[in-house]
T-cell receptor
Framework: SQQGEEDPQALSIQEGENATMNCSYK?????LQWYRQNSGRGLVHLILIRSNEREKHSGRLRVTLDTSKKSSSLLITASRAADTASYFCATDPSGNTPLVFGKGTRLSVIA | NAGVTQTPKFQVLKTGQSMTLQCAQDMNHNSMYWYRQDPGMGLRLIYY???????DKGEVPNGYNVSRLNKREFSLRLESAAPSQTSVYFC?????????????FGPGTRLTVT
C-alpha cells in the first residue's frame, strides 16, 4: 500500500508559471524524497529532505516538510516545457525498510 | 559508468511462458530493488535485496522470484507469465536501507503478456 499520496493527480500550467505539488503520508518518517519521471524513462532523484528539516532548495526546486501535518510540497518556479513529467514523493517510513512511493502527479507545462 | 542497466527493453510473452529480467549496477551499491509500474498505480515494490545474499518480499511478490547473483546483479524471474503481469518493470539500487539513500533507476523493461 502507498504511504505517500500526491495531490493533484494532474496539473497543467503555462510556461513561466510556478507549479506546486503536495504529498501526504501516514506514518512517521526518517526522510522524504522527490523523484521525476519523464515519459518512457526511469525515475530520477530530485531532492531529499530529512525529518528534522523544514525547507530545502535546489535550483528552481523548493521542498517543504511539515511533520506535524505529515505533508510535503514541491514547488517548481518559473516552469519550462522541459519540466513536463510525472513527479513522485517517496517516504522512508523506518530505519530498515525500502522507500514507499506515491502514485505521482503528472505535470504538463505548455509553451 | 553506466549506472543501472536492464535487459531486455521490451518483451512479449504468451501466457504460461517464463522469462528472466536482468539488472546490473556498477555503483557498488548494497541494495537493489524490483518495481512494477501500472497506469494509475504508481510504483509497487516486488522484491528487494538489502545486501548481497539476502532477498525480501515487497508489496506484490506473487508470481515472481528473484536472485541476487552477486553485488552487481539482481534478476527477476516470471515462472509462468499471466496477463496481469503486463507492466513496466524497473530495477533500482542504492547504498542501503538505513538511512534510505536516494535510489538510482534503470530505464525499464516493457513486458506484455498475451
Amino acid at each position: 500500500s502507498q504511504q505517500g499520496e500526491e495531490d493533484p493527480q494532474a496539473l497543467s500550467i503555462q510556461e513561466g508559471e510556478n507549479a506546486t505539488m503536495n504529498c501526504s503520508y501516514k506514518t512517521s518518517i526518517n526522510n522524504l524524497q522527490w523523484y521525476r519521471q519523464n515519459s518512457g524513462r526511469g525515475l530520477v532523484h530530485l531532492i531529499l529532505i530529512r525529518s528534522n528539516e523544514r525547507e530545502k532548495h535546489s535550483g528552481r526546486l523548493r521542498v517543504t516538510l511539515d511533520t506535524s501535518k505529515k505533508s510535503s510540497s514541491l514547488l517548481i518556479t518559473a516552469s519550462r516545457a522541459a519540466d513536463t513529467a510525472s513527479y513522485f514523493c517517496a517516504t522512508d517510513p523506518s530505519g530498515n525498510t525500502p522507500l514507499v512511493f506515491g502514485k505521482g502527479t503528472r505535470l504538463s507545462v505548455i509553451a | 559508468n553506466a549506472g543501472v542497466t536492464q535487459t531486455p527493453k521490451f518483451q512479449v510473452l504468451k501466457t504460461g511462458q517464463s522469462m528472466t529480467l536482468q539488472c546490473a549496477q556498477d555503483m557498488n551499491h548494497n541494495s537493489m530493488y524490483w518495481y512494477r509500474q501500472d497506469p494509475g498505480m504508481g510504483l509497487r515494490l516486488i522484491y528487494y535485496s538489502a545486501s548481497e545474499g539476502t532477498t525480501d518480499k515487497g508489496e506484490v511478490p506473487n508470481g515472481y522470484n528473484v536472485s541476487r547473483l552477486n553485488k552487481r546483479e539482481f534478476s527477476l524471474r516470471l515462472e509462468s507469465a499471466a496477463p496481469s503481469q503486463t507492466s513496466v518493470y524497473f530495477c533500482a539500487s542504492n547504498m542501503g536501507l538505513a538511512p534510505n539513500y536516494e535510489q538510482y533507476f534503470g530505464p525499464g523493461t516493457r513486458l506484455t503478456v498475451t
